[in-house]
């Protein structure tokens, strides 16, 4: 079956040996979905954001009724929320050492961004190979192409070369697209993770040694 798009053929776009880049550029398009899925699955069920929440619980630390506030945020049970618990903890465990409490709220702090950055190295990947693999589908278009016309017999055909060289660069086209979302993708992800960086070191040193704003203020 030879499908048509346009004025051109599917099989003008795709040739023998671009074949396999376009496979190995569709899985691994399905492979950034399935990440990208599974990423906003892992933000949701670890309950990333919840500043409000925490807010509330730091305004309560902060004016003396520290039972409620660690009841809130332990009912937060967000990033945030367990962040700051760490650090209410370690403050009534040991009142007169704040070196405790900012450690606990960082080591507390460090592993929840590393659970929040799990699977960002494969969309990184996706950012780097794609182009790569795309550009290999032209080489070897390129190859190709070149090597139908040194067989030919005789004056070569423009229009046959230039179809060769178009084929070709298909795949470059399609590893850059692909390039892109998964740029964009990344990105996003990356912002969120250190938007909650920002907002837990605030919270930590908020939490100890007070404030001069709002958590808000700092995202």
Same mark, same amino acid.
């Given at each position: 079956?030879?499908?048509?798009?346009?004025? !051109?053929? %599917?099989?003008?776009?795709?040739?023998?040996? #671009?074949?396999?880049?376009?496979?190995?550029?569709?899985?691994?398009?399905? $492979?950034?979905?399935?990440?990208?899925?599974?990423?906003?699955?892992?933000?949701?069920?670890?309950?990333?954001?919840?500043?409000?929440?925490?807010?509330?619980?730091?305004?309560?630390?902060?004016?003396?009724?520290?039972? *409620?506030?660690? /009841?809130?945020?332990?009912?937060?049970? #967000?990033?945030?929320?367990?962040?700051?618990?760490?650090? %209410?903890?370690?403050?009534? $465990?040991?009142?007169?050492?704040?070196?405790?409490?900012? /450690?606990?709220?960082?080591?507390?702090?460090?592993?929840?961004?590393?659970? %929040?950055?799990?699977?960002?190295?494969?969309?990184?990947?996706?950012? #780097? #190979?794609?182009?790569?693999?795309?550009?290999?589908?032209?080489?070897?278009?390129?190859?190709?192409?070149?090597? /139908?016309? @040194?067989?030919?017999?005789?004056?070569?055909?423009?229009? @046959?070369?230039?179809?060769?060289?178009?084929?070709?660069?298909?795949?470059? $086209?399609?590893?850059?697209?692909?390039?892109?979302?998964?740029? !964009?993708?990344? @990105?996003? !992800?990356?912002?969120?993770? &250190?938007? &909650?960086?920002?907002?837990? &070191?605030?919270?930590?040193?908020?939490?100890?040694?007070?404030?001069?704003?709002?958590?808000? *203020?700092?995202?």
């Amino acid at each position: 079956m030879n499908f048509l798009i346009g004025d !051109f053929a %599917m099989s003008d776009i795709i040739s023998p040996i #671009s074949l396999p880049i376009f496979i190995s550029l569709g899985l691994l398009s399905i $492979a950034m979905i399935a990440v990208t899925l599974r990423k906003i699955g892992q933000f949701r069920k670890l309950r990333t954001g919840g500043r409000d929440g925490a807010e509330a619980a730091l305004k309560l630390w902060l004016a003396g009724h520290s039972q *409620d506030a660690m /009841e809130r945020a332990r009912a937060q049970n #967000s990033v945030l929320g367990r962040i700051l618990t760490a650090v %209410m903890s370690g403050v009534q $465990a040991r009142p007169g050492e704040s070196e405790y409490a900012e /450690e606990l709220g960082r080591q507390t702090a460090l592993v929840e961004l590393a659970q %929040m950055g799990r699977y960002m190295r494969f969309l990184e990947i996706c950012v #780097s #190979s794609a182009p790569m693999l795309g550009l290999l589908g032209t080489v070897l278009g390129m190859i190709d192409a070149f090597a /139908e016309l @040194s067989a030919v017999q005789g004056a070569a055909d423009p229009a @046959s070369l230039a179809q060769g060289i178009w084929t070709a660069l298909t795949t470059t $086209a399609a590893g850059l697209v692909l390039a892109l979302v998964a740029d !964009f993708i990344t @990105s996003w !992800f990356e912002a969120r993770i &250190e938007r &909650e960086r920002v907002l837990a &070191e605030t919270m930590i040193s908020a939490a100890i040694f007070g404030r001069a704003g709002s958590i808000a *203020d700092a995202a």
